[in-house]
């Protein structure tokens, strides 16, 4: 089945512990971008691959890193989480125009 | 700069039609509706190129003015299961797939029996 998952589905950790959130995608697409969900704010771009190795900053990259060392997979770093980061992430890959989302990750940070 | 949405809400009875308007600052190379149901990843509904087309999917139609940046998201004659909040997303410049998308902050959209 065609999917893009996402782990953990839930996570609440403290401030300042690191923590990756993997997302990973079985269709081959080669754009891959995450996403954080706030109410009231829509959906907001945090960062995207356009392919292996090339990433490149959304709307809101402060505070997060990422890597993309082969297609499938597209992990979410937190080298040091503030509560400002709690939020519902969401992982998308997508092959020309339709992304295809995660399931998403609900993460509270304390 | 986030696309303006309106309205915010909106809350219909079953049968009723509705008009969800995406507006942008930017010229704009495409625009994208998602919907998103309570607890779930948001769904791709239809994209928007340039060229003031307008495209359908089952009862819900779209449209898309170049000149003014603005895409309309029609829904005609409603069912309970187009419940949820709608999301357009923006991609400015020559485009080149969905991967710098810009999205608006949602419209909610409640339909009653």
């Known amino acids: 089945e065609a999917q893009v998952t996402q782990n953990p589905r839930y996570l609440i950790t403290v401030t300042g512990k690191k923590l990756t959130v993997t997302c990973s995608q079985n269709m081959n697409h080669e754009y891959m971008s995450w996403y954080r969900q706030d109410p009231g704010l829509g959906l907001r771009q945090i960062y995207y691959?356009?392919?292996?190795?090339?990433?490149d900053k959304g709307d809101v990259p402060e505070g997060y890193k990422v890597s993309r060392k082969e297609k499938r997979n597209f992990p979410l770093i937190l080298e040091s989480p503030s509560p400002n980061q709690t939020s519902l992430y969401f992982c998308?890959?997508?092959?020309?125009?339709?992304?295809?989302f995660g399931p998403g990750t609900r993460l509270t940070v304390l | 700069q986030q696309p303006v949405q309106s309205p915010q809400a909106v809350i219909l009875r079953e049968g009723e039609d509705a008009v969800i308007n995406c507006s942008s600052s930017?010229?704009?190379?495409?625009v994208h509706w998602y919907r998103q149901k309570h607890g779930e990843a948001p769904v791709f509904l239809m994209i928007?190129?340039?060229?003031?087309e307008q495209k359908g999917h089952e009862k819900i139609s779209a449209s898309f003015n170049e000149k003014k940046q603005q895409s309309s998201l029609y829904l005609t004659a409603s069912q309970l299961s187009y419940s949820g909040t709608y999301f357009c997303g923006t991609e400015s410049g020559s485009g080149g797939g969905a991967d710098g998308l810009t999205f608006g902050k949602g419209t909610h959209l409640i339909i009653q029996p």
């Open positions: 691959s356009m392919n292996v190795e090339v990433t």
């Open positions: 930017k010229a704009l190379y495409s």
């Open positions: 928007l190129l340039k060229g003031g």
């Open positions: 998308a890959s997508s092959w020309g125009h339709e992304q295809f």
